[in-house]
């Protein structure tokens, strides 16, 4: 990196912390800090709902399934229009009716405390391990590629967060997040264009859509019932619809984003805003990933783009040497026949043969996974997630990589600080004010909401430290959410619909139901997405049968 990339990515991070932070300061009560005091217009809701899904992880992790295994993964998104719909018809206008700060208080009122206080618990384990994700996701990333010190990048992420949260509350949130937003969209088609840019002078853009169609990369939709394909039509619309429920209509991250709102009308509106526009992102983000599989059919792409795997190599023994190198010359062999296939023209035969050296390229990269394994087991041969920031670091002019990492630290930034004040508004309201048995003025629980803010900041930060890569840092975040969020999601829509189902029912079914899934996600029965429709109707028929035989009314 050159000094005006540093001067770019610390002048945009500190424009965005100290502007929310002087914006927002001076909070006087709990429903300035908590709730926005109900001033945030649909624009502002439908950015900052949006901007809290799109991790740091989003923009590192998507364009790299792209890449390797197409536009598939948009699949993933199919349920959330819907889900849109029947939040702002059902939830929200119960929410705003009763004036709740956080969605679990809806629960007591329904139930009684104790479901309501094991909802919340559920959500902030569930939220509190994806607050150290969505830090160690960039963090990990940049210290492998840039030589930054792990430790250090977490700390800083953490504390730049954790300045404007407990400074603003969720006004600091909201209003952040739109310039976060507005530098992730600039950023974003900045390196698309310059993809473009970078291909050879013959090659259009829809010429370069028909080289990812010659290698599988351009199938958008599966129509297959396959339970070992992760992503179908039917487990984005199936599935995918129970998570996004469970996430925007009871995930306090998300409903604080909308209780913010200026009225009923206008939370809506931002989550119909939402909906129209996540697919499409996604879709867009997926295709970035694409094009930049399109550039390395022209251009030198390393075995393993984990620069770890290479430093991994370099310091072991003769044998492994050579052995690395020999699969690296056969990969630089393949990419040239590739090349000159394409060159050559798309004919059928011609795909085929594309296809064929695809397949045996795979068959290299996993055997040289097995290579650094043996060189040092601690490196992650999984490079999906260091596809898009080696394409980065290595191809674009000086300042647009600044922008570029600043795009990835802002999304880091936007989703740990709703997070953040999601998890401090739950503890405050749901666990400290409900089971406090001395009353307190306003200022003693925006100052206590403020210490929570800092404290699970820490813990954060703390779970970053000690966090490991799993086999797709995207992928991480939604298995998490999905083993929490169907169960979570089910005991609402009791709470809505089954009227005859009372507390304790509630109560045995959701922790009968937590360990059933637990175990399934587990022993690997099915795929993720699945477990979000399992929970949801678990918890349901077992509450159900529970209140049928039992003698409570």
């Known amino acids: 990196m050159q000094l005006i990339d540093w001067i770019v990515l610390s002048v945009t991070l500190l424009f965005i912390v ?3 932070a002087w914006k927002t300061r001076g909070s006087k009560n709990v429903e300035d800090y908590i709730k926005g005091g109900n001033q945030s217009k649909w624009w502002t809701i439908g950015l900052s709902v949006m901007a809290t899904q799109a991790s740091a992880i989003t923009f590192l992790s998507t364009p790299g399934q792209a890449f390797h295994s197409g536009m598939g993964f948009v699949q993933f998104y199919f349920g959330l229009p819907i889900a849109m719909v029947i939040i702002c018809l059902v939830f929200i206008p119960i929410y705003h009716r009763l004036k709740v700060y956080t969605a679990y208080e809806y629960l007591e009122g329904r139930f ?27 963090a990990i990333i940049l210290s492998a590629v840039l030589g930054w010190d792990l430790v250090t990048l977490n700390i800083i992420i953490g504390v730049l967060v954790i300045i404007y949260t407990v400074s603003g509350g969720t006004k600091a949130v909201s209003v952040t997040q739109k310039q976060q937003m507005a530098v992730i969209f600039a950023g ?3 390196a698309f264009y310059l993809i473009l840019q970078y291909l050879p002078d013959d090659i259009t853009f829809t010429k370069a859509l028909e080289i990812a169609g010659a290698s599988d990369k351009m199938q958008v939709l599966d129509f297959s019932w396959d339970l070992n394909n992760r992503y179908t039509v039917w487990t984005g619309i199936l599935g995918g619809t ?44 997926l295709l970035v990933g694409v094009m930049v599989f399109v550039f390395y059919q022209f251009n030198p792409a390393p075995l393993n783009f984990n620069p770890k795997a290479g430093e991994a190599i370099a310091n072991s023994n003769l044998e492994t040497i050579e052995k690395y190198v020999e699969l ?8 040239e026949r590739k090349k000159a296939l394409i060159f050559e023209g798309l004919t059928p035969e011609n795909v085929t043969k594309i296809q064929e050296f695809n397949e045996q390229d795979k068959v290299l990269k996993e055997t040289a996974k097995t290579v650094i394994s043996k060189a040092d087991p601690l490196v992650e041969t999984n490079d999906k997630d260091y596809v898009f920031i080696h394409f980065i670091l ?20 936007s989703s740990t ?7 401090a508004g739950t503890t405050v309201i749901d666990l400290y004010k409900r089971n406090s048995t001395k009353e307190h003025n306003e200022e003693h629980y925006v100052k206590m909401s403020k210490w929570f803010t800092l404290g699970w900041g820490i813990l954060a930060i703390s779970v970053a430290c000690v966090a490991n890569l799993f ?3 995207i992928q991480l975040v939604n298995i998490i959410g999905s083993i929490f969020y169907g169960n979570v999601l089910g005991i609402f829509l009791l709470a809505f619909f089954i009227k005859f189902v009372r507390g304790n029912a509630v109560f045995i079914a959701a922790i009968i139901t937590q360990l059933l899934i637990i175990t399934v996600w587990y022993l690997d029965w099915l795929p993720y997405l699945w477990l979000n429709a399992l929970g949801c109707g678990l918890v349901m028929l077992l509450a159900i049968l529970i209140q049928s035989i039992s003698k409570e009314n």
């Open 242 to 285: 129970f998570l996004m429920l469970s996430y925007f209509g009871t995930d306090q991250s998300q409903v604080q984003r909308y209780l913010s709102g200026k009225s009923l009308r206008e939370s809506q509106l931002g989550l119909i805003f939402n909906g129209l526009l996540k697919v499409p992102m996604q879709f867009f983000i």
């Open 417 to 423: 600080a709703s997070e953040l004040n999601a998890l």
């Open 471 to 473: 086999d797709n840092l």
């Open 328 to 335: 690296d010359e056969q990969h630089r062999f393949i990419e």
């Open 112 to 138: 009684d405390q104790k479901t309501r206080t094991l909802t919340a618990i559920l959500f902030l384990i569930q939220r509190g391990l994806a607050a150290g994700i969505t830090i160690f996701a960039p």
């Open 18 to 20: 100290l502007y929310g």
């Open 188 to 190: 974003m088609f900045v």
């Open 394 to 413: 290595n191809n674009l002019p000086k300042g647009l990589i600044g922008l570029l990492l600043a795009v990835i630290l802002s999304a880091a930034m």
